[in-house]
């Protein structure tokens, strides 16, 4: 009996107070935070889930989200400043995108992005983003269609971009981080755009229309050096860049056919792999391309169901891309003499030792580096036609 | 004297898994990413080789007085008051260690989990758990380790599976960058951690087991298979997560774990990792807690171990609040001062005393021969 009293009195001890308690309706769930900078303090901005207005039942038609902003001298202070506005503190355990402004990129990213690594509470898993020409609180101040929040819309097409279309990339922070450090791989980027008028967006009313009068859009890679933005890759390069690094999952690429008009190739397999080599002293890479597609359009005449047409479109799509590859390698080499295809890693893979002596001066040797590309494509089906009706109607 | 108690082979193998294990799992891959990079996974397979060997002199000296316990051997060999001596250091090391143990712990819960709770708080309740354990005796911690280690086997099978499809092995070249020293010296930390520091083992070996030929069997086999878990993890972790950022993670395989997501459906299930640690530094630390209270109550001559524990685990608690300042102090020590606490106490004694007993083996005999 006295036994039990005494482990009685001492369970009391500990189960009367919990510290790390927390109720939901305590926690103000941040689903996405865009920092900017001004002068020499931090702009954060938190778009933050609105309960009632996720819930079926009890929702009255308001915004599901809501932005708080803060400033202070470092993106710790401006997150915990928010609570002077905010009723509930932040729980970034759920933040999706994380929108950095591209001048504050410009000056370097790095400082801004320690908290968010230490933080116990933020996981990895979110993508990071350059808002392009606009801060990173006016891309968290668009309402949008379809999802309700717009932190998730901005997460699920960056990821469906880059798994159907490639030249986007959805760069997590941890791969951000380290391709940061890397001496043989520097960062990319995904941009992201806010199109039309800027002011209306922020209403409900812009996604009661058809077509939203401001849209959010995913634009090309912004490319860096160190952790600092130089510049933008367009279109073209920006799928050349997923071609080179293995990222592609699943696109299209139009090719030229023989004589004229175009041919769309679905592509639905790729790999790809980069190899380094020294070569007489000097670095070299090879990247080595697999491909598998399938005929996806065909917007000339030309007879498809002949066995050699096939084979001639497989050498029109390897030299076509090889184009690109190496158009895409000789800009970036050109202008901005950053390593973010990661050939400095493949270098370091390969040769351990000739790297260790060369990485101090990489960027100059990247500049004048031999790449050499080989492409293997194979065209396996060409959809529920044979030769096309525009054939017909065009002979 | 009072210990009539004896575990089966199997019972031993079960614990010494858990004992080598340890809190290696969450912290090993960092230590020897730090300096060997990519090459932290052969440094663990260089760790489990010197740490075997280890093992083995172990097993050689306990052999040689299969009814005695460690502290029992060195009273024989150095003497009743050099012995007393060596003893008493050995006690002290096993229990700081139970105290280091809880403060790892309450650390690793205060950093991922619950930042507000204070440390007291769960020190207390884990030393609550290994206080009760050891109260109960051998046979019941011996029995809990047979239930836990299929709970262990299974969360590690679930960990493992879920994160494999992420594996990069690019990740893991350039191969032998580190060059051999590096390596060893890298896996030092390892081998103290899981191996030499599994001296407090010969409490229990082979005095308290019942068939001592295959209880050796049991050690070394249980050696390697931890050893092989922590390699796991060290290959996982430098092989998903990276060498840079291995090294740079407090718990990279607690990192690991969150990194686990398969088809957006299975994720956010790192708190089974940090469920794995939790058995596994449990069963360490009960298991320097045995030692050290089943170690003083043969010091002072005592019948009974048993109402040593609750003063005994009082002075742990306290000792593993002001034990160290903080999470950097800590790291400190672990890789300095403790490896060389943990090689004097478990290698340099138990080799002292191979000499000893060498020198003193003629006259030993003929003590045994006539009592």
Known sequence: MKKCIVTLLVLTLFLSGCWDRRELNELGIAMAIGIDKTENEYVISAQVVVPSEVSMKASTGRSAVTLYTATGETVYEAIRKMTKNAPRKMYPGHLQILVINEDLAKEGIAESLELLSRDWELRSDFYVVVAKDITATEVLNVTTPIENIPANKMFNSLKTSEKNWAGTEGVILDELVTNLISDGKEAVLTGIQVLGNKETGTSKQNVESITPSTRIEYDNLAVFKEDQLVGWLNEEESRGYSDITNTVKKTVTSITCPKEGKIIIDIFRYHSKIIGSINKGEPEVDIKIEAEGNIGEVLCSIDIMEPETIDKLEKIYEEEVKEIIHQTIESVQKQYQSDIFGFGEAIHRSNPKEWNEMKEHWDEKFSDLTVNVHIDMKIRRIGTVNNSFLKKIKD | ?371
Do not use: C
């Open chain 2, 1 to 371: 004297m009072m210990q009539n108690v004896k575990i089966n082979p199997y019972q031993f193998l079960v614990l010494v898994i858990f004992f080598t294990i340890g809190t290696g799992i969450l912290i090993v891959p960092s230590v020897l990413a730090t300096e060997a990079k990519q090459d932290a996974w052969i440094a663990a397979i260089v760790g489990i080789g010197i740490g075997l060997l280890v093992i083995w002199l172990f097993t050689t000296i306990a052999l040689w007085f299969p009814h005695l316990t460690y502290i029992q051997i060195n009273e024989k060999i150095f003497g009743k008051w050099i012995g007393k001596a060596v003893s008493v250091l050995f006690v002290a090391m096993a229990t700081l260690y139970t105290a280091s143990l809880l403060y790892y712990s309450s650390t690793f819960i205060t950093t991922n989990m619950m930042p507000n709770t204070p440390i007291v708080a769960l020190n207390i309740l884990m030393m609550g758990i290994v206080v009760m354990g050891v109260r109960l005796g051998l046979e019941t911690i011996a029995r809990s380790a047979e239930i836990f280690i299929f709970v262990f086997f299974v969360l590690f099978l679930i960990v493992v599976v879920f994160i494999s499809p992420q594996i990069k092995f690019e990740n893991l070249q350039p191969v032998f960058e580190a060059g051999t020293k590096t390596i060893v010296q890298s896996s030092i930390y390892f081998i103290t951690s899981s191996s030499v520091n599994a001296i407090v083992l010969l409490m229990i070996f082979p005095a308290l087991i019942n068939k001592v030929k295959q209880a050796r069997k049991s050690f070394l086999i249980g050696n390697l298979i931890g050893g092989i878990f922590i390699f796991i993890f060290t290959f996982l972790s430098v092989s998903v997560v990276g060498a840079d950022d291995t090294a740079r993670q407090i718990y990279p395989s607690y990192e690991l774990a969150k990194r686990i997501n398969v088809g957006d459906f299975v994720q956010r299930i790192e708190e089974l990792m940090g469920f794995l640690w939790f058995i596994a530094l449990y069963f360490k630390a009960i298991l320097y807690f045995y030692a050290s209270v089943l170690g003083i109550a043969q010091l002072l001559n005592l019948k009974d171990y048993r109402p040593l524990t609750l003063p005994l685990g009082v002075l742990a608690v306290i000792l593993s609040l002001v034990i160290y300042p903080n999470v950097v102090y800590q790291k400190e020590i672990e890789q300095s001062t403790e490896i060389y606490l943990s090689i004097s106490i478990g290698l340099f004694f138990p080799l002292l005393l191979a000499i000893v007993y060498a020198f003193r083996k003629n006259k030993l005999k003929k003590e045994s021969e006539s009592p």
